[in-house]
């Protein structure tokens, strides 16, 4: 299946937690407002749309259209963020980064049943054109199991994001 997402960018943008204000504040004052950010990746613009607000621009580049034109629908009022078509095949080579920063955000999240679905519907696995005519017995058969794990229908868990910025060497 070329189109790994297929269908899945309403459920990764509605369903998909964000990776907190702490994370994403650390990537605006790191490269600053006149920095220019590659979000590589950047599906329906989880971190490109928020960090857009504290740089100059962000390059938010994926393989999956439909995961860009959600991100162009979100992102409407910003100005500073080109959506590009492409993937890391895409890019020239890159200079090797010698300069690696690593750190880690938690945040605790509350799902209820629907999200939890949707959740699971914003994977490449069981995106909703992998399931094509199967998506909804699945939807149906994964409500019927997590109510039975589950009655009360709400599940907490704690999302961990791992800021990593790259930077090439001086000189």
Known sequence: ???LFGGAAPYYAKYRPGHGDSAI?????????DGTVLD???GPGTVAIPLARGVREVLAVDPDEEMLETGRRLAARAR?????????T???ELPAFGDVDATTYEHRLTYDLDAVIGLQLSYSYSAPAR?????EPFKE????ALLALNPAGRWEYTEVTEVLIARRPNG
Do not use: H
């Open 80 to 88: 500073n963020i080109r959506w590009l078509r492409g993937d890391s």
């Open 1 to 3: 299946m070329a189109d």
């Open 90 to 92: 895409t890019l020239r």
């Open 25 to 33: 504040e650390r990537l605006a004052k790191t490269f600053g407002a």
């Open 141 to 144: 058969a994964a409500r019927k």
């Open 131 to 135: 399931l094509g005519d199967r998506l």
């Open 40 to 42: 590589l990746g950047c």
